[in-house]
């Protein structure tokens, strides 16, 4: 179809109507020296000869199809079971909208309780919502949050917690009179201390970024004490094998949900999850959906709780949260529900064993050592390396292996620490294929 543009008389229609005499007129508010004059363009090619020059263009980036990535820091390779395309391209999901009209929506609604209710169950907390933007966003409303319950002004964040996280938390918070305290971490790990009691909350991350599973009951007690609530960030495959937040008593749970049977394409597709306790459920951002009977005693589902600023007065609304990213939120539900309780254990299981495996292996390596002393880790962990790391990311590259995270990006004093990721999607072979190269280098 030919593109039908816009003729003079519409053109000359249009400015009359807004009382400008040229299109230049339109932008008379930005100088003259900031304007562009021309834009060179090249002639316009068929739709075939476009497709084949994008494609030949992406075959220039790296792939994790055909590279094994042993990188993570906050997006993770993960097997994604046929299932859950399977379930997510299904036109009654892909093209539903918002459920406004809740008669008009019951199975949209009926996907987000199911996903509710197996957050729940996941975290071990009462009320789950129907999901968030991503897990950054996820641990900057939960922050907002200790601090409308509250009533207090000042969080303490752990420096284990994932330093971009720590970034969103203090870009949300920066408008609101909010004091962030750090609460060091000492070989990796959080070092508790005791707080002062104007404190909204702390929060921690386990598995935190170092990969270490994080001690949790110790700031439970210190939270308590200082009349705080806890907030943990966690990996939701972790919990397969690891005690809930709700065990721990944290008050909030918050995660990235990438993890679960999403692809790590350009940062990933993602949604961020919450879950509290029952007594929180009303300062909860975004929305609850709900189950109930109609007139029939028939099971139905409705939107319980919608605190979003698009349905009530700005002033009491709990966040400006505009989307839940649902289509997403569905993949993880759909996810969830084929591998179960048990097939998510042994999936758990899997990624520790694996990274447990490679962990050995490379730090018997000469030049490769722990960076702390050794502590519990999930499927990511931290050495620290006398090699030259530049080169030995591209010697990786050219073997088709994605290496590891390097630290000093975020951490100046950990330049010559890596973070590695092993997932159920590495093999003995890859795994094995890895250390031997690093041996190599120099």
């Given at each position: 179809?030919?593109?039908?543009?816009?003729?003079?008389?519409?053109?000359?229609?249009?400015?009359?109507?807004?009382?400008?005499?040229?299109?230049?007129?339109?932008?008379?508010?930005?100088?003259?020296?900031?304007?562009?004059?021309?834009?060179?363009?090249?002639?316009?090619?068929?739709?075939?000869?476009?497709?084949?020059?994008?494609?030949?263009l992406s075959r220039k980036n790296i792939s994790i199809k055909d590279h094994a990535c042993f990188?993570?820091?906050?997006?993770?390779?993960?097997?994604?079971?046929?299932?859950?395309?399977?379930?997510?391209?299904r036109s009654e999901f892909t093209t539903a909208y918002t459920p406004y009209q809740p008669e008009?929506?019951?199975?949209?609604?009926?996907?987000?309780?199911?996903?509710?209710?197996?957050?729940?169950?996941?975290?071990?907390?009462?009320?789950?919502?129907?999901?968030?933007?991503d897990g950054a966003t996820a641990a900057a409303e939960a922050a907002a949050l200790a601090v409308?319950?509250?009533?207090?002004?000042?969080?303490?964040?752990?420096?284990?917690?994932?330093?971009?996280?720590?970034?969103?938390?203090?870009?949300?918070?920066?408008?609101?009179?909010?004091?962030?305290?750090?609460?060091?971490?000492?070989?990796?790990?959080?070092?508790?201390?005791?707080?002062?009691?104007?404190?909204?909350?702390?929060?921690?991350?386990?598995?935190?970024?170092?990969?270490?599973?994080?001690?949790?009951?110790?700031?439970?007690?210190?939270?308590?004490?200082?009349?705080?609530?806890?907030?943990?960030?966690?990996?939701?495959?972790?919990?397969?094998?690891?005690?809930?937040?709700?065990?721990?008593?944290?008050?909030?749970?918050?995660?990235?949900?990438?993890?679960?049977?999403?692809?790590?394409?350009?940062?990933?597709?993602?949604?961020?999850?919450?879950?509290?306790?029952?007594?929180?459920?009303?300062?909860?951002?975004?929305?609850?959906?709900?189950?109930?009977?109609?007139?029939?005693?028939?099971?139905?589902?409705?939107?319980?709780?919608?605190?979003?600023?698009?349905?009530?007065?700005?002033?009491?609304?709990?966040?400006?949260?505009?989307?839940?990213?649902?289509?997403?939120?569905?993949?993880?539900?759909?996810?969830?529900?084929?591998?179960?309780?048990?097939?998510?254990?042994?999936?758990?299981?899997?990624?520790?064993?694996?990274?447990?495996?490679?962990?050995?292996?490379?730090?018997?390596?000469?030049?490769?050592?722990?960076?702390?002393?050794?502590?519990?880790?999930?499927?990511?962990?931290?050495?620290?390396?006398?090699?030259?790391?530049?080169?030995?990311?591209?010697?990786?590259?050219?073997?088709?292996?994605?290496?590891?995270?390097?630290?000093?990006?975020?951490?100046?004093?950990?330049?010559?620490?890596?973070?590695?990721?092993?997932?159920?999607?590495?093999?003995?072979?890859?795994?094995?294929?890895?250390?031997?190269?690093?041996?190599?280098?120099?």
């Amino acid at each position: 179809m030919d593109f039908s543009p816009v003729t003079d008389k519409d053109k000359e229609e249009m400015l009359a109507s807004i009382g400008v005499d040229s299109v230049s007129g339109l932008f008379s508010g930005i100088p003259e020296k900031a304007r562009i004059k021309s834009v060179c363009l090249p002639d316009g090619i068929s739709e075939m000869k476009l497709l084949k020059d994008f494609e030949a263009l992406s075959r220039k980036n790296i792939s994790i199809k055909d590279h094994a990535c042993f990188r993570g820091a906050g997006i993770y390779d993960h097997f994604i079971p046929s299932l859950v395309g399977e379930i997510t391209s299904r036109s009654e999901f892909t093209t539903a909208y918002t459920p406004y009209q809740p008669e008009a929506s019951q199975g949209t609604l009926q996907a987000i309780f199911e996903y509710q209710s197996m957050i729940t169950e996941l975290t071990g907390l009462d009320v789950a919502n129907a999901s968030l933007y991503d897990g950054a966003t996820a641990a900057a409303e939960a922050a907002a949050l200790a601090v409308r319950v509250t009533g207090k002004k000042r969080l303490v964040i752990s420096d284990a917690v994932h330093p971009e996280y720590r970034e969103v938390i203090k870009t949300y918070l920066q408008g609101a009179g909010v004091t962030i305290d750090r609460m060091g971490a000492n070989e990796g790990s959080t070092a508790p201390r005791d707080l002062e009691n104007d404190i909204a909350a702390v929060i921690i991350q386990s598995p935190n970024f170092f990969g270490i599973i994080e001690e949790a009951d110790n700031f439970r007690k210190i939270a308590t004490q200082a009349g705080a609530l806890l907030i943990m960030i966690v990996n939701p495959i972790s919990l397969g094998m690891l005690k809930s937040p709700g065990e721990y008593g944290a008050d909030v749970c918050v995660g990235e949900g990438q993890v679960l049977g999403l692809p790590a394409g350009f940062g990933g597709f993602n949604f961020g999850f919450m879950a509290c306790k029952n007594e929180l459920a009303w300062k909860i951002p975004g929305r609850i959906v709900g189950q109930t009977t109609d007139t029939k005693g028939r099971r139905g589902f409705v939107l319980t709780l919608q605190s979003r600023e698009q349905h009530i007065r700005r002033e009491r609304a709990t966040s400006n949260i505009c989307t839940n990213s649902a289509l997403n939120a569905l993949a993880s539900c759909v996810y969830l529900s084929g591998w179960g309780a048990e097939g998510l254990k042994k999936l758990a299981e899997t990624n520790a064993a694996k990274a447990a495996y490679a962990y050995e292996k490379i730090t018997k390596l000469q030049g490769f050592d722990d960076a702390f002393v050794k502590k519990p880790f999930f499927n990511e962990f931290t050495v620290k390396t006398s090699k030259d790391i530049n080169k030995m990311q591209v010697k990786l590259l050219t073997e088709k292996i994605l290496g590891p995270f390097e630290l000093g990006r975020f951490f100046k004093d950990m330049k010559n620490c890596l973070l590695f990721c092993v997932t159920e999607m590495r093999t003995k072979e890859e795994i094995d294929k890895l250390v031997k190269i690093l041996d190599t280098c120099k």
